[in-house]
């Protein structure tokens, strides 16, 4: 079966500290794959897509990167880290091929920026 | 844009009474989806309706897909304390766009 893999859980970090938050999969070849973010426990944010190694594509205009480097992996950066970054970041797979199958979401990234 | 209004944003009901969360389009959508969060959780999908005037059941919980294929609703009988949570559509206009997705229903139960 397919388990995501999301880490860390929680995060602290300062203003203008870089940002790592790693997401694999396992059990499936070639997902797409996503970040999200949700602020104040609310509406889901789609922040980058890829549908496979090396291709990313950006919803929102920010100061977030995503990677992927290997076909299950997702990355997630920053160089400098905003207040406005704060949020719950999920990291989420679907089916290869048709892009809205449905979603399985990682058990997500807490990070407050301080 | 594109949109999907859900209401309402919160619902607060005993434990035994029913709910209902309702979503609406802006546009035709090719399939609709429904995800519930538990507090602190995340988002689990629960299904995905595909045909106009689909009508699918898990045990107490009814989704339905409008016949315009526009509007949706998730209707909850006899609520439990298990279904607290905030639950969400998200709608595929198709076409490889993006999921729109609603701001979500707040669940409450109380005991």
């Known amino acids: 079966s397919q388990t995501i893999h999301q880490w860390p859980a929680t995060l602290v970090q300062p203003v203008g500290s870089p940002l790592s938050l790693e997401c694999t999969v396992e059990g499936t070849s070639n997902p797409n794959l996503y970040w999200y973010r949700q602020a104040a426990g609310r509406g889901l944010q789609l922040l980058f897509y890829s549908v496979g190694i090396g291709q990313i594509s950006s919803e929102v205009p920010q100061n977030l990167s995503a990677s992927r480097p290997q076909d299950r992996q997702f990355i997630l950066s920053s160089k400098k880290l905003l207040l406005s970054d704060s949020g719950f970041y999920l990291c989420a797979w679907s089916s290869p091929g048709l892009l809205n199958s449905p979603l399985h979401f990682g058990n997500g990234t807490r990070l407050t920026v301080t | 844009g594109q949109q999907v209004m859900q209401i309402p944003q919160y619902q607060h009901v005993q434990e035994g009474e029913d709910f209902t969360t309702y979503c609406n389009s802006s546009?035709?959508?090719?399939?609709i989806q429904w995800y519930k969060q538990r507090p602190g959780g995340h988002p689990v999908f629960l299904i995905q309706l595909v045909k106009s005037g689909e009508v699918k059941k898990q045990k107490r919980l009814t989704f339905q897909f409008g016949e315009a294929k526009k509007n949706s609703s998730l209707h909850i009988t006899a609520t439990q304390t298990t279904d607290v949570g905030t639950y969400f559509c998200a709608g595929d206009a198709g076409n490889n766009r993006k999921l729109i997705w609603g701001l979500g229903t707040s669940l409450a139960v109380n005991p």
């Open positions: 546009t035709t959508l090719s399939n």
